[in-house]
């Protein structure tokens, strides 16, 4: 069964950093790509980064690129997203989620971490 | 970017009814489309991808169409488990984006 496990989450100033982790479990990790989507409170759903299965290719939006670096460790089966310059509207539930394959959709999610930034 | 689009921003259906929800994306995303349901407190749960085929364990009432720019989530016969917010998602390129959801509520 995969499983999918977010920590790191909290609180933090605005201009801060914090660094999130997923921890994977279940399937051949280094076989797919593996994604962020957050959700600010009340809101939808806003990918923010995704990473190939060996971690040589990486993506961001546009909202995230120059301050989120994704990155991932395939012999400790972990996913990172590194956060800096942190801003109010950085607050949301982080998940991460596995592809079906390779840049595929996103076909399981872990429950989240929640990121909040203060002013 | 392709913006996705979702129609309407909330239905309203009797369990038992069936509901359709639509997703437009701004160009041509071929097949490369999902949709996802999500519950109060709860993460995304696949739903549908390549625009038609059922995820692992999603029940035969769940139907998606389309190709292109057009799309559609049909649910035959609305279960109370099934209200919730839908949103549809294209992955032809990055970078990937959510249409802005549709939440399916009992009338």
């Known amino acids: 069964e995969v499983q999918l496990l977010e920590s790191g989450g909290g609180s933090v100033q605005r201009g801060g950093s914090l660094r999130i982790s997923c921890a994977a479990s279940?399937?051949?990790?280094?076989?797919?790509?593996m994604t962020w989507v957050r959700q600010a409170p009340g809101k939808g759903l806003e990918w923010v980064s995704e990473?190939?299965?060996?971690?040589?290719?990486?993506y961001y939006a546009d909202s995230v690129k120059g301050r989120f670096t994704v990155s991932r460790d395939n012999s400790r089966n972990t996913l990172d997203l590194q956060m800096n310059s942190l801003r109010a509207e950085d607050s949301a539930v982080y998940y991460c989620?596995?592809?079906?394959?390779?840049?595929?959709?996103?076909?399981?999610w872990g429950q989240g971490t929640l990121v909040t930034v203060s002013s | 970017e392709i913006v996705m689009t979702q129609s309407p921003a909330t239905l309203s259906v009797s369990p038992g009814e069936r509901a359709t929800l639509s997703c437009r994306a701004s160009?041509?995303?071929?097949?490369?489309l999902v949709w996802y349901q999500q519950k109060p407190g709860q993460a995304p749960r696949l739903l549908i991808y390549?625009?038609?085929t059922r995820a692992t364990g999603i029940p035969a009432r769940f139907s998606g169409s389309g190709s292109g720019t057009e799309f559609t989530l049909t649910i035959s016969s609305l279960q109370s488990e099934d209200f919730a917010v839908y949103y549809c998602?294209?992955?032809?390129?990055?970078?990937?984006?959510f249409g802005q959801g549709t939440k399916l509520e009992n009338k």
């Open positions: 989620a596995k592809g079906r394959n390779m840049f595929g959709p996103f076909e399981s």
């Open positions: 279940g399937f051949e990790f280094n076989r797919f790509s």
């Open positions: 990473i190939s299965g060996f971690g040589g290719t990486m």
């Open positions: 160009q041509s995303v071929s097949s490369n």
């Open positions: 390549g625009a038609s």
């Open positions: 998602q294209q992955y032809s390129g990055w970078p990937r984006t």
